[in-house]
């Protein structure tokens, strides 16, 4: 099945003389495809917006300023002001396009088979989408340069958590101590996930607590449970891959969110000016829809239909002292 970008000129062309109308159901699909190794939502959550919006960036002193609050039976109460440092931002449209050969769709229904071409098409366009936005927010959330001095190492030698000799517990607490408001969310590659939880440290830790208690503990790694709970934090653990091997290469595969941890304020925001943001977002103007439309050019008999998924997005970054990053966590 041949896939089209939207944007090009071969997309552009399509969509001018071609009227999409939106497929309800292949919506759905779309909606609710969402692999369980994608993590992109848990590290910026999504938030509705319009295209062009003004967001809270980072905080104001009167967030953090303690005012006087006593207060004689028929005095004045104090008065309070809130400022907002406000940036503006704005949402991207993006999407992908497919043919599906109307044989193809005759013939299912013909055979009365289970499986359903269009579905397959949404499906699979779905998890294209969900993994360009992966390889998106990998980027942004494990890139050093989004994070302030002071909120922020590159580990090597001894300091690196691969290293024995390392001391993971008082290094993830002095950093969740040095962001102004307590991260919620501990973000792992999954290379450094898998050398974290085998510390000695780690695994002594999780075990005199309690928390790595059970078959998991006694296997030699301590759990993500087990280690957010040692922490105060969720632990979220980015295990997918990308292919990195241009087309008529050999595959390569690489993980996309490599040897880095990350602490993060993942707490939802209530908008995009949200006086207490967390440390990003995803702003959303318009939710993820597949719609579809005959292309009788295209392929033999009465051609085939044209299925395209699409939505329009944008992170954001909004407070970035309310994270910390390691980079090179391991070796």
Known sequence: MDYIQLGTPEADAILASAPFETHPRLTQIAMTERPTEFIAERAL??????????????ITEDQYTVPETRASRAGRLTEVE??????TGSCE???????????????????????????????????LMD?????????????????PTGHKDTLSGNGQFSNAA???????????????????????????WDV???HGDILQATRMTGAGSGADGDK????????????GMRVVVGRERRQTANRGQASSFSFIWGKH?????????????????????????????????????????????VIKVSECTGEVISWNSAGYFFKNAVA
């Open 45 to 58: 959550p999504s938030i509705n917006t319009a295209f062009d919006f003004k967001y809270s960036k980072g």
């Open 82 to 87: 809130f400022g907002q440092n406000l940036a």
């Open 93 to 127: 449209d993006r999407g992908l396009l497919a043919y599906v050969p109307q044989r193809d769709i005759a013939q299912a229904r013909q055979q009365q088979a289970a499986w359903d071409p269009m579905a397959e098409a949404s499906m699979g366009l779905t998890q």
């Open 131 to 147: 993994l360009d936005r992966e390889v998106r927010v990998a980027g942004i959330v494990f890139n050093d340069s989004n994070y």
């Open 166 to 192: 390392s001391d993971p517990i008082k290094v993830i607490r002095d950093a969740k101590r040095a962001c102004i408001t307590t991260p919620d969310t501990m973000i792992f590659g999954v290379e450094a």
């Open 196 to 198: 974290f939880c085998q």
């Open 220 to 231: 030699g790694y301590a759990t993500e449970e087990a280690v957010g709970r040692l922490f």
């Open 261 to 305: 941890i990350a602490l993060l304020k993942v707490s939802r925001p209530g908008g995009s000016r949200s006086q207490m943001p967390s440390w990003g977002f995803t702003a959303r103007a318009m939710d993820r829809g597949v719609m579809t439309s005959m292309e009788p050019s295209r392929g033999v008999g009465r051609g085939s239909r």
